[in-house]
């Protein structure tokens, strides 16, 4: 038995197919992270507004992380596979499932023209307004000529799942939802026959944790699997990460400060506000309603690596604000809880001191996670009730501190920080309703 493993006990695996790579946790019935292995791959191409990578590439890096993490568990014990994406990356595949073009990424903006005609057809409460919406895109790609070879339009996790079970065009509710998906009539809504979809390109939907059949035989045998293993929907790596720290309840809320902050908190009812770039998405009989900033780790890496952030952690004085008053982005351009493409970075005046500097920013980003908030509270959702924070930026107790004293709302330590996990969770509590 491959060391760490848990004898005799069903075996659940989730896979994160991030930014810059994939992630896979293999848990135990106990909810127990046993294994887990991590690949990157290489960033996607970017020119301008338009950032593109082959899907190929995250294929082949799958493969070699499953190849990889079953040698270290019992293969034959593994009952389900769920996996996340992120969240607007897609793309036009033929009918065998191949990429007719590289995948169009989370963040690529091409389609301008595309997000100004949906805002005079799509409802004000649909979450397809931006150019980096999956609607958006999918306009986009309908115009390309080899748009006429194209049999399915699938997001990020879609093709995944097609690659390990051989059959393509289903997808979730969450994923779906840039693209257009209603997830409260929990069908493609009626507008959107106006924009002439192509018939038959458009994913069946749905709900996050649902077994949707097996591998296909030729992955079964080639990794070890058992015949009657499961793959069951997922989510978007972000929903996937709040899973992952535990929170469950209405008002208990997740703050993740990697290169973007993203703010999401679980509402009785949902919350949709395209006008401050405000959505939700189902969980559970909940929902979760949220917004994400341009703002966050990047800008601070634009001016510091790590290893200078580390080092300087220990000189930060927050109980003598700074005062320079930042609004930390990385180019023009903000989504929440200011949605304005031209809004421009605040970073200066720029202090001779690295260190006021650096507690300078992190103070603006502070700043705009409380306004996230209290925008949220505006548009209905009660104040958080205890917020979980993940991301590289959670590793700094000093900025921790700050924030808990800026929000006063208790922060608290999540359960888990890997969005794998938050699908390996899909994957075994599906099994076991």
């Not at 896979?24 to 970017?46: G, R, T």
């Not at 034959?76 to 499932?97: P, Q």
């Not at 057809?121 to 309908?142: F, Y």
């Amino acid at each position: 038995m491959p060391e760490g493993t848990s004898q005799e006990q069903d075996l659940f695996i989730g896979i994160d197919l991030g930014t810059s790579g994939c992630r896979a946790i293999v848990i135990d019935q106990q909810a127990k992270p046993i294994a887990n292995q991590a690949l990157s791959w290489p960033a996607p191409d970017v020119h301008g507004a338009e950032v593109q990578q082959d899907a190929r590439i995250w294929w082949d890096t799958l493969q070699k992380l499953l190849s990889q993490l079953c040698r270290t568990i019992d293969v034959e014990h593994v009952r389900a596979i769920c996996l996340d994406g992120t969240s607007g990356t897609v793309l036009l595949c033929d009918k065998s499932g191949t990429p007719l073009a590289p995948a169009l990424m989370y963040n690529d903006a091409r389609a301008t023209a595309e997000a100004a005609s949906l805002k005079q057809t799509a409802p004000p409460d649909s979450a397809v307004h931006s150019a980096s919406s999956g609607l958006a895109k999918l306009l986009w790609l309908k115009q390309q000529d080899y748009a006429a070879h194209a049999h399915h339009f699938l997001h990020q996790a879609d093709w995944i799942y097609g690659q390990l079970s051989g059959q393509f065009g289903t997808s979730d509710h969450n994923n779906a939802l840039k693209t257009g998906y209603d997830p409260v009539g929990k069908s493609w809504p009626v507008w959107m026959d106006s924009l002439d979809i192509p018939a038959g390109w458009l994913p069946k939907v749905v709900a996050p944790g649902t077994p949707i059949g097996s591998l296909s035989p030729e992955i079964t045998t080639r990794f070890g699997f058992p015949a009657d293993i499961q793959l069951v929907t997922g989510t978007t790596d972000s929903t996937a990460a709040f899973l992952a720290t535990g929170a469950s309840r209405p008002g208990e809320a997740v703050t993740s400060l990697g290169s973007t902050l993203v703010l999401k908190i679980i509402c009785e009812r949902p919350i949709f506000d395209t006008e401050s770039g405000v959505y939700s998405q189902p969980c559970g009989q909940y929902w979760l309603v949220g917004g994400g900033s341009n703002s966050g780790g990047k800008v601070l890496r634009d001016f510091f690596s790590d290893e200078k952030m580390a080092e300087m952690q220990t000189a930060l004085d927050f109980d003598h604000p700074t005062g320079l008053d930042y609004y930390p982005l990385p180019q023009t351009g903000e989504r929440f809880p200011i949605n304005d493409p031209d809004l421009s970075p605040r970073l200066s005046p720029r202090p001779d001191d690295d260190v006021m500097f650096f507690q300078g920013l992190l103070e603006g980003i502070a700043q705009i996670e409380r306004q996230g908030y209290e925008k949220l509270r505006q548009l209905g959702a009660s104040w958080p009730t205890s917020i979980r924070t993940m991301g590289g930026g959670a590793k700094n107790d000093k900025w921790t501190w700050m924030r808990q004293a800026l929000l006063n709302v208790p922060i608290s330590e999540p359960i888990h920080t890997e969005a794998a996990y938050g699908v390996a969770l899909l994957s075994k509590n599906s099994m076991q309703k």
